[in-house]
């Protein structure tokens, strides 16, 4: 089992930034792909950033270049650090943990934090 605690969320002026924090505990794999995912009121929950435990990053479109995903595997704690924040950027931004089980994945999940970016 994995547990993830989210922090950092919180009210930013369009423009500005703010840096997510999750600790993971528990057992803890090198296999393990941590991330971010975010969930706008009425949307679907959709990928923000993905990262290896060997540093291979994934982006979505739509924050490439704005928000860059980081890992300290002494510390089992990823990051998300989200400038030039827009509007559209307000969601609840949940940490995930994706770790391969053959023949599939397990994921799990943290409890979320608000990001809420003001025009």
């Known amino acids: 089992q994995v547990q993830l605690v989210e922090s950092g969320g919180g009210l930013v002026q369009a423009g500005g930034s703010l840096r997510l924090s999750c600790a993971a505990s528990g057992s803890i794999f090198v296999s393990d792909i941590m991330g971010w995912y975010r969930q706008a009121p009425g949307k679907q929950r959709e990928l923000v950033a993905t990262i290896t435990s060997g540093g291979s990053t994934n982006y979505a479109d739509s924050v490439k270049g704005r928000f860059t995903i980081s890992r300290d595997n002494a510390k089992n704690t990823v990051y998300l650090q989200m400038n030039s924040l827009k509007p559209e950027d307000t969601a609840v931004y949940y940490c995930?943990?994706?770790?391969?089980?053959?023949?599939?994945?397990?994921?799990?999940w943290g409890q979320g934090t608000q990001v809420t970016v003001s025009s």
């Open positions: 995930n943990t994706k770790r391969p089980v053959l023949p599939g994945y397990n994921y799990y």
